[in-house]
């Protein structure tokens, strides 16, 4: 029975090791790319929408890297000569696609759409975190099982207004109250009038929005894995 339980002790010791930090979830994953792509300056400093070069996001169940044209579109004038785009202007020579490397890429057997969250309020942010800050992109959340039930089973924590799904710099405080109600009401079991409060919280955003868009995730086995 001691050596049984000397067993247990390390099997359940290097599962929790193993499964439940960075080496398995990825967090801190910081690939390098063929060509050097800065999403701080593309993103912040330019104001480039991410649906310009991810442009399948809001139609499609998988999202999209760009393909060479998206980049020529401006690289063909803009940093024309630039060594580091190199690659880019190879692959526009050749039609040979530029080969990024992935690193948000949800697992065969799991199932998860795009579209079916950005156009219910989920922002880019709760999954890809400050993107629009990094001037290399790195996998700042786990996408465990555990991390996507906690969105399924509390969403009023992460819903926002649709007109801010891809402004990353977006925070609760920046909701005034009047319009928002206007726009979107209050919830049926509120009875105090939120267009005279000076900030709305998150939850109260979250709650609002969950009510009037009619979310209800589930959190059965057979939502994800089909």
């Not at 925070?171 to 928002?180: I, M, Q, W, Y």
């Amino acid at each position: 029975m001691a050596i049984a339980g000397i067993l247990i002790a390390c099997g359940l010791s290097a599962a929790t090791w193993y499964y439940v930090t960075p080496k398995y979830t990825k967090v801190g994953y910081q690939p390098i790319q063929p060509v050097p792509f800065p999403h701080d300056i593309h993103v912040t400093q330019l104001g480039m929408d991410c649906r310009y070069c991810h442009s399948f996001v809001e139609v499609a169940a998988q999202s999209n890297v760009p393909n060479t044209q998206t980049c020529m579109n401006c690289h063909s004038q803009v940093q024309k000569d630039n060594p580091k785009l190199a690659p880019v202007r190879e692959s526009w020579k050749t039609g040979k696609p530029i080969e990024w490397v992935w690193l948000h890429r949800t697992v065969d057997y799991v199932f998860y759409n795009h579209a079916a969250h950005v156009n219910r309020g989920i922002s880019c942010f709760s999954c890809h975190g400050p993107v629009n800050h990094m001037a290399t992109v790195s996998i700042v959340e786990p996408h465990s099982m555990a991390w996507c039930l906690e969105c399924h089973r509390h969403p009023e924590n992460f819903l926002r207004p649709d007109d801010q799904i891809f402004n990353l710099d977006w925070k609760p405080d920046d909701v005034k109250p009047s319009e928002f109600v206007a726009k979107y009401g209050q919830p049926k079991s509120v009875t105090e009038d939120w267009t005279k409060k000076k900030h709305l919280t998150q939850q109260e955003i979250g709650q609002t929005l969950k009510e009037r868009w009619n979310i209800a995730p589930s959190t059965n086995c057979q939502t994800c894995h089909r």
